[in-house]
């Protein structure tokens, strides 16, 4: 059901940033001030917290720096445009999820109507449940896996009430086929990349012009605080506790049998003659006598079943291989086969069986008895299984004292970890802006709150006790501390030149590049350009800068050209020498189309949350938003 998704993701982008973009800055500024210090929004009394709009800025930048590799910008990913952006999107879905909770819209309810619109489950246009099991079962997949999959899928990408706008959408057709053909259009294009480093010689950047930047910007160059810290962690994997003795283990296993009993497996082979269930009486008493006949002989001494079964079988999935279905579990089979199945014994071949498939004869062709697991197969088990109760045990009896510990001698870790043989971890120094210095665990945000709290700085104590993960106990300390400070100009002279070096060869380019291009649009054309290459707005080989510039120009008249200045500082000039469309076939088409008209039926959920706005309440805390900038 996301193949459209998955395999167009470029036109995904684009059609949802329209609908989405215009709403990222409407009400931030606007909305009123909240006076809680803990969230960053308020929507209607539900707060969103620092740390879940910190943890979905710093997801938003991870996909900036995979997007834009050695282009990524670290103070320009943690601008305000981009911490509102985060902020709007967090609104957005808070006041989708309160709609649809306020209209009764559940997830559960998204979901059945989601599977139950997708073909491939449908028969004759109609959900049917046979079929979707079906379709499963052939990849693999259980209903449950799949549907906590699509469960998943709506959680995280859209809130039920979006997956209910956009199924109630109505799409003009014409629409569908406008932007269809826009997005199936392939242009012919040469290139001409006109590089930094043919202007870098030409740049000359003083020290004067690198210290007069530094001045005017001296807030850019701010070194955030910095520490060096101490962490114990309590956890109940690592308590020690009493290993048992064979004794207690062997009357855990006697008290806990049913544990360890392995159920009956029942194999079965079967032979099928169809017959519709509209047939007349005749026909199906002609192949019922048919299958008796056979019947008769499969029970004979020198009856091969397996033989008989590749002969008359009309069961395409199993006849080649003699009427073989590997093992019948419960619930498998249709309920008169499974009776059938589960009556037999070992070999033993069964009367004839009417289903809504025809009529079947069944050979029992293995049997493995349900048994209980010898102690010695499972020994090791059972002592895994009593000690992490014996862990557990322990976990609540010291967890308490552990943490009055910490907070008693609040000048040290160490007596905790003396009385618990705990090993204290030193980590390098991290800033809350970088943490890749420090252990994953670590990088809980309740602990970096504590550690980088006032009481934490100044006296020197231990934080708090944090439970960083369930029975994982977390205190920490910090030992070496550096206040936020004005890095000096020497340290970042050379880094400065550098940029300011960069931005003087681009404007080079970027000036060359229009002087080229005025020449070529004027029918001046004496360049060199690069190989002919297809650009389409749904593949990557263009990055979306270039995609612009090259579907910007007006093909009417051949060649057109265009320019673009590139993240690198570099301008590319465009030659675009024809046009053609994608080539696809039928299903391709309509998997475009379909896609198409899904997207388009999110600006219908655009405007509902434009109106959602006016009729909810929604309160920013403009000074957790702007986060190091706010100083």
Do not use: C
Not at 381 to 390: D, F
Not at 579 to 589: A, E, F, V
């Amino acid at each position: 059901m996301f193949e459209f998704i998955r395999g167009h993701q470029k036109l995904a982008q684009l059609l949802l940033a329209a609908v989405f973009l215009p709403f990222a800055f409407f009400g931030i500024d606007a909305a009123r001030n909240t006076a809680s210090v803990d969230a960053v929004a308020v929507v209607e009394g539900q707060e969103i917290t620092l740390r879940q709009f910190e943890e979905a800025l710093a997801a938003h930048k991870n996909n900036l720096r995979r997007s834009l590799g050695v282009n990524y910008d670290e103070k320009s990913a943690d601008g305000m445009d981009n911490r509102r952006l985060v902020l709007e999107n967090l609104i957005t879905q808070q006041l989708l999820q309160q709609e649809a909770e306020h209209l009764n819209i559940p997830l559960e309810h998204v979901m059945r109507m989601v599977i139950g619109g997708i073909k491939d489950f449908q028969i004759d246009g109609a959900f049917s449940q046979e079929q979707y099991e079906s379709k499963l079962a052939e990849q693999g997949r259980s209903v449950e896996e799949y549907e906590a999959e699509v469960r998943k899928y709506l959680r995280e990408t859209q809130p039920p009430l979006i997956s209910a706008l956009a199924s109630t959408s109505v799409i003009p057709v014409t629409s569908v086929q406008q932007m269809t053909k826009l997005l199936s259009e392939v242009r012919t294009v040469r290139a001409i990349n006109i590089a930094l480093d043919d202007f870098k010689a030409k740049v000359k950047v003083s020290a004067e012009s690198a210290q007069k930047y530094y001045e005017q910007n001296k807030s850019s160059y701010i070194a955030p605080q910095q520490m060096r810290a101490e962490f114990l962690t309590l956890s109940m994997d690592k308590l020690k506790v009493k290993q048992p003795d064979d004794e207690t283990i062997a009357k855990w296993y006697e008290n806990n049998k049913n544990q360890y009993q392995s159920d009956e497996v029942r194999y079965a082979s079967h032979i099928l003659l169809s017959v519709e269930a509209a047939a007349s009486d005749e026909k199906k008493a002609a192949v019922r006598a048919r299958l008796e006949k056979i019947l008769r002989e499969a029970r004979t001494a020198d009856g091969d079943f397996a033989e008989l079964a590749k002969q008359h079988s009309q069961d395409p999935g199993s006849a080649k291989s003699g009427g073989d279905l590997g093992i019948v579990d419960k619930g498998a089979m249709v309920k008169p086969f499974e009776d059938a199945v589960f009556a037999l014994q070992l070999n033993e071949i069964s009367d004839i069986v009417e289903t809504e498939f025809g009529y079947h004869i069944i050979k029992l062709t293995g049997l493995t008895p349900a048994a209980v697991k010898p102690l010695e197969s499972v020994k090791a088990k059972i002592n895994a299984e009593i000690v992490a109760q014996a862990a557990a045990r322990r976990f609540a009896e010291v967890a308490d004292d552990f943490s009055n510990l910490v907070y008693e001698q609040s000048d040290s870790l160490q007596p905790a970890a003396d009385k618990y043989e705990l090993k204290i971890e030193t980590s390098d120094w991290f800033s809350r802006d970088n943490l890749s210095s420090l252990s994953t665990p670590y990088r809980n945000h309740k602990l970096l709150k504590a550690l980088f709290s006032a009481e934490s700085i100044e006296d020197r104590h231990n934080t708090e006790v944090v439970e960083i993960l369930p029975k994982v106990l977390v205190a920490a300390r910090i030992v070496e501390y550096k206040p936020q400070a004005q890095i000096p100009f020497d340290d970042i002279k050379q880094k400065i030149m550098q940029r300011l070096e960069r931005n003087a060869a681009s404007d080079l380019a970027k000036q060359d590049g229009k002087e080229k291009l005025d020449k070529l649009l004027s029918g001046q054309d004496k360049l060199q350009w690069g190989e002919a290459k297809q650009a389409s707005q749904l593949d990557s080989t263009f990055n979306p800068i270039a995609i612009r510039a090259i579907f910007q120009v007006s093909t009417d008249k051949l060649p057109a050209y265009n320019g673009a200045l590139q993240p690198d500082g570099s301008f590319v000039i465009y030659k675009v020498e024809g046009t053609s469309s994608k080539k696809m076939n039928d299903q391709q088409r309509q998997q475009l189309a379909n896609g198409v008209r899904r997207v388009l039926s999110s600006f219908t959920v655009g405007a509902y949350i434009q109106a959602l706005r006016g009729r909810y309440e929604i309160e920013i805390n403009h000074k957790l938003l702007a986060g190091n900038e706010a100083g």
